[in-house]
T-cell receptor, first 111, second 113 residues
């Protein structure tokens, strides 16, 4: 079945770039998403990319998609303490109307 | 514009009881999805309603059910609660199809004792 995998933790220094990686197995994925969850809060959609795109940039966020390797990454430039959160990768397909989620990567910012 | 609201925010129930959670979507949104989030299983899709019809369902037992009203508000019900049902239940609303337009509520924290 479909599966989305992420590493559980990432630690970066404030001001550096953070790169959070995700791999997925469903080759029919239509959209891939990045969500952010801060402590005690719900999920916030950060950005998404359609499967026929390679890259999408939105201010400090850059999403790269390697469809051949089924690899998705989220780069956060100039990481700030406010970026501390859990970042979830998710996928959806046209045929199966639901989101398949990764386990989430906890981003830890070091001063 | 008001966001997605979920009530109650916190709930404590006893094993064997039943519970109903409510979700009010963003005005104009007709799609409501429900998710369960636990430390062990992560985020799992429960079901999705669109214009009062269940459009998709995840792999949960029949004790989990939902419905959507004509004003798009949705409720989910869990009967015969088990300890493993303790979780954060998240609701998300969307204008139509497409998860890129999906917005999440703050969740209901359910604790089963």
């Amino acid at each position: 079945g479909e599966d989305v995998e992420q590493s559980l933790f990432l630690s970066v220094r404030e001001g550096d770039s953070s790169v959070i990686n995700c791999t997925y197995t469903d080759s029919s994925s239509t959209y891939l998403y990045w969500y952010k969850q801060e402590p005690g809060a719900g999920l916030q959609l950060l950005t998404y990319i359609f499967s026929n795109m390679d890259m999408k940039q939105d201010q400090r966020l850059t999403v790269l998609l390697n469809k051949k390797d089924k690899h998705l990454s989220l780069r956060i430039a100039d990481t700030q303490t406010g970026d501390s959160a859990i970042y979830f990768c998710a996928e959806s397909t046209d045929s199966n109307y639901q989101l398949i989620w990764g386990a989430g990567t906890k981003l830890i910012i070091k001063p | 514009k008001a966001g997605v609201t979920q009530t109650p925010r916190y709930l404590i129930k006893t094993r064997g009881q039943q519970v109903t959670l409510s979700c009010s979507p963003i005005s104009g949104h007709r799609s409501v999805s429900w998710y369960q989030q636990t430390p062990g299983q992560g985020l799992q899709f429960l079901f999705e309603y669109f214009s009062e019809t269940q459009r998709n369902k995840g792999n949960f037992p029949g004790r989990f059910s939902g419905r959507q009203f004509s004003n798009s508000r949705s409720e989910m019900n869990v009967s015969t609660l088990e300890l493993g049902d303790s979780a954060l239940y998240l609701c998300a609303s969307g204008r139509d199809s497409g998860f890129y337009e999906q917005y999440f509520g703050p969740g209901t924290r359910l604790t089963v004792t």
